[in-house]
């Protein structure tokens, strides 16, 4: 087994904390990865705290990984040691379904294997995060991370850039399209960035009059402040498509209205606690389609990597120590980061007694 450290939650009710753990002994298609950064997800909160009420204690949350091959297996052919890498949201699914041979292994019928908090396949455990100083992984689950990209910046593209991206390409947004995203957070500040580098016209809607300049220098064109009824009413049925990515149950229909005939609004964000029932009506007499979308599947997230990296697209972030998580998680309930907290996972050796 290889020994691991890292910090993660023993109950709902305890703050993280250091935690000495095993992983499995890295396999013949494994990597071994030495964890560099780790992004801070609202995943990682809402299942340290329970809030799914599916989490297996101790957790080690983290699925936004970027580090270096420190070992590969002796069947692994796209990696070596040294190269930079990243791990998502998955770590394995069951391979023979048709989700996964369509390369969608989000939707895996067998369900896929999260990076933490998940059934481990090989050894029957848990699987533990990247709140942590290493990490083991079967190489196809493994995505290669290009050099024009700055490590720390690019490790939230592996939840909140897959989360907005997928969504994004899988309706076909592109020029000549009118496209909303609800929400300015780790996962709507990546969906401007998305939305422009693929040539839409992108509208933010936004509670916050307050984030209009920053909105517009992400790549939007518009900011709609969604309480002004004035400003909502003005876009009505307007949108071709709309990117919800709020984790917080609120009013669809204010939305839904905004959609063409024919347009979809798909919805991102996972609250802990479900949405109002929207109006049916406001479905049927237009034909719209509301949508749900999950992460993406190993090659789009690559697609979409490769994609960042050839257009100079990460995430603003704000580094911080594993020291301070708990306070981050504190302040990502109130928004207070733009737009996402990253890990610096070298502040962990801080922790090895001398």
Same mark, same amino acid.
């Given at each position: ?182 929400? *300015? +957070? ?6 401007? =960035?998305? %939305?422009?580098?693929?040539? @839409? /016209?992108?509208?933010? &809607? ?11 220098? *992400? +790549? ?6 969604? =309480?002004? %009824?004035?400003?909502?009413? @003005? /876009?009505?049925?307007? &949108? ?11 009013? *669809? ?102």
């Amino acid at each position: 087994m290889l020994k691991s450290m890292g910090y993660g939650a023993t109950s709902a009710s305890e703050p993280l904390s250091l935690l000495n753990f095993e992983r499995r002994t890295p396999g013949p298609t494994d990597v071994q990865i030495e964890i560099l950064y780790c992004g801070v997800c609202h995943s990682d909160l809402h299942t340290a705290r329970d809030e799914w009420h599916n989490t297996v204690y101790p957790v080690v949350p983290g699925h936004e990984i970027i580090g270096r091959v420190t070992a590969v297996g002796n069947e692994v052919a796209r990696f070596k040691v040294g190269d930079l890498a990243g791990v998502g949201c998955m770590v394995d699914s069951c391979q023979h379904c048709q989700s996964c041979a369509d390369g969608l292994e989000q939707y895996c019928e067998n369900g896929f294997v999260g990076t933490y908090n998940g059934e481990e396949m090989h050894s029957g455990g848990m699987t533990y995060g990247g709140y942590a100083n290493n990490i083991v992984v079967t190489e196809k689950f493994v995505l290669r991370i290009s050099d024009k990209l700055d490590p720390a910046a690019a490790a939230p593209l592996l939840c909140a850039g897959i989360t907005t991206w997928s969504p994004l390409r899988h309706w076909k947004v592109g020029k000549g399209q009118k496209v909303g995203i609800v929400g *300015l +957070g780790g996962l709507g500040h990546m969906g401007i =960035k998305l %939305a422009h580098a693929l040539g @839409a /016209h992108v509208v933010l &809607f936004t509670t916050s009059p307050d984030k209009r300049e920053d909105a517009i220098r *992400l +790549g939007a064109d518009e900011v709609v402040v969604s =309480k002004n %009824a004035d400003e909502m009413e @003005a /876009h009505a049925n307007s &949108f071709d498509f709309i990117l919800n990515t709020v984790a917080a149950a609120h009013d *669809l229909d204010a939305f839904l209205v905004l959609l063409k005939r024919e347009g979809t609004m798909t919805l991102v964000g996972a609250p802990s606690h479900p949405h109002p029932s929207p109006q049916v009506f406001n479905l049927i007499m237009k034909r719209r389609h509301l949508a749900g979308s999950l992460i993406g599947g190993i090659a789009e997230t690559q697609e979409m990597l490769d994609f960042c990296a050839e257009r100079g697209i990460a995430s603003d972030i704000e580094i911080i120590p594993i020291q301070h998580i708990n306070e981050a998680y504190e302040r990502m309930l109130k928004s207070d980061v733009k737009y996402r907290f990253v890990i610096d996972m070298a502040s962990l050796k801080q922790e090895q007694p001398a």
